[in-house]
């Protein structure tokens, strides 16, 4: 017989719903890599290998935004809603979707607090360039799942010539210093960690978007080499 789940048993579900849309949406783009390597074995050089590794990119690149900013918001709120009281400071903008960081915002520039705080509890007190690094983020991670897409294409057609354990090798070693690179500079150019030293409000806007000139070198490095070998 059905029985309706406990409260606990409810916010143990809402809890790992958020844990996996949240990991997800932050994984796929990185995931692309092996997505675009993939296409370009399907596909060799047909002329639908650009504007399908394009729509595969932006495709997946939408998912990943949806659940970054969208899914694992909501199912957080959900969560925090079966913690009742003792959260409502976490739902007072509601879910930290982009519409509700930009509602957040509003209210920031309306009100400004005396001063500025990072705890999850005091979002009336957000630094706004924290909010806009969160607004930005997920859609600048989507962009760089779509280069990271073109980036596996063009790899793989470089390494074609390997023998099948160095392409391999290659591709993986391409494939995880590229992911890694750009995970560095998000960490490097986000605005967290120098408003937590010394409280400096760093551009979230431009920390946001700047990592992904790193993706951009790479794809364009290995565009000269297929340039310069095929044309």
């Keep these: 017989m059905f029985q309706w789940p406990s409260d606990g048993q409810f916010a143990a579900v809402s809890w790992w719903i958020w844990s996996v849309a949240s990991d997800l949406g932050f994984i796929m783009p990185f995931l692309l890599f092996a997505g675009g390597v993939k296409l370009a074995f399907v596909l060799g050089y047909s002329r639908r290998l650009l504007p399908t590794a394009i729509g595969f990119g932006l495709a997946i690149g939408a998912v990943s935004y949806y659940l970054a900013a969208w899914g694992a918001p909501e199912m957080e709120s959900r969560y925090w809603d079966t913690l009742g009281a003792e959260a409502a400071e976490q739902r007072s903008f509601g879910p930290a979707t982009p519409t509700a960081i930009v509602h957040n915002l509003r209210a920031l520039e309306n009100n400004p607090p005396v001063e500025y705080s ?16 969160y607004l930005h983020l997920p859609i600048a991670m989507a ?89």
Excluded at 118 to 133: D, E, G, I
């Design 143 to 231: 962009v760089f799942g779509l280069i990271n897409t073109l980036m596996g294409v063009l790899a793989a057609q470089l390494t074609e010539n390997f023998g099948r354990g160095p392409r391999r090798n290659a591709l993986l070693a391409l494939g995880v210093l590229g992911g890694l690179a750009y995970f560095g500079a998000v960490m490097i150019a986000g605005p967290i960690e120098p408003f937590l030293r010394d409280g400096t409000m760093r551009s979230g806007v431009v920390a946001a978007w700047v990592p992904l000139v790193v993706p951009l070198l790479l794809a364009s490095v290995l565009f000269g080499i297929a340039r310069k070998r095929y044309v």
């Design 118 to 133: 990072l705890r999850a509890a005091n979002r009336s007190q957000a630094p706004p360039n924290v909010l806009r690094w």
